[in-house]
């Protein structure tokens, strides 16, 4: 099979798809790599270190797309990506199509396999390709929240460990699953007061152990949320529910309810975010306020961190990458039912039920596909 390997062109998007090393693997299993020109600048690797590895160095994306069997990126497609995409071609990315009509519009017109590595699953049901991201994601959370909420950044000017004889900052994590998991470790090592709210008394259990008596874990009702958001310095969002949009938990009512100079963080952004005051900003433009609260909203947000995003990534993506080239993807597919949960549509089906759902297009279950 060849494979190609685009450079991202999602605003300040500098992860790229495969490493070298992955090159490397691809190659050893006898499969051609094409990389895009530059698509490792980001992470500090030349198109030398790849062509060392076996591949061949593209001039632009479109070289890429038209000659590659299976396209292999970080995030979705931009719309000038998925007008190159072709019948069949394989795309192995990211997708978060739920909230994103636009571009399942694209993809189911494009004809293309489009299997999304946030629906992919484990033989335990947990998510191993969103998981990598998650704790990226969940770490940085509380480093964004703690630079903005410095007053030269429109926050409140809290340390968000305090000081002796200061209290620390209070934050919420709404959320107790891998994002939640990871912010709440970071918050707790930066010494802040640490809240954790979830639905499921089985994460609270499993927080409670793993932290102890440090972390307060609370049942999520409503009047919980409403509270521990009106008393928090900082929110964390870190609500998902795997393939679907994320459901909307904290109402702007509640953000008019918290003090000025407070920041909220939704990392559940890709997946349309769940607080009713988000919409997506880019590493550029990170920040907007309303009702004088400081929203982060970055719906990339490991791409901040590319060198680091890269590596975790392909940690976890190369062998889902060695199987759909080796097998093919009616094949890998028939044979892992967790990778079939990651096809999201295919020749112009939507074969993600949350997806079918949030936007009334009809559902094909992957089997019928796969044979």
Partial sequence: MRVGVPKEVKVRENRVGLTPASVRELVHHGHDVVVEHDAGQGIGVSDDAYAREGAAIANDAAEIYAACDMIVKVKEPQPAERAMLRPGQVL?????????????????????????????????????????????????????????????????????????GVAPASVAVIGGGVVGTHAIEIALGMGARVAVLDRSVAALTRLWAQFGPQLTTLFATAEAIERHVAAADVVIGA????????????????????????????????????????????????????????????????????????????????????????????RALAEDAGLRNGLNVAYGKVTCEPVAMAQGYPYTAPSALTG
């Fill in 92 to 164: 192995f990315t990211y997708l978060h199509l739920a909230p994103d009509p636009a571009q399942t519009r694209d993809l189911v017109a494009s004809n293309a396999v489009c299997i999304a590595y946030e629906t992919v699953t484990s033989p335990s049901g947990t998510l191993p390709l969103l998981s990598p991201m998650s704790e990226v994601a969940g770490r940085l959370a509380v480093q964004a929240a703690a630079h903005y909420l410095e007053e030269p950044q429109g926050g409140k000017g809290v340390l968000i460990g305090g000081v002796p």
């Fill in 239 to 330: 609500v998902l529910v795997a393939g679907a949009q994320a459901p909307r938990v904290v109402t702007r009512a509640m953000i008019a309810k918290m003090q000025p100079g407070s920041v909220v963080v939704d990392v559940a952004i890709d997946q349309g975010g769940c607080f009713e005051t988000s919409h997506p900003t880019t590493h550029e433009a990170p920040t907007y306020v309303v009702d004088g609260v400081v929203h982060y909203c970055v719906a990339n947000m490991p791409g901040g961190v590319p060198r680091t995003s890269t590596y975790a990534l392909n940690n976890a993506t190369l062998p889902f990458v060695l199987a759909l080239a080796d097998k093919g993807w009616k």
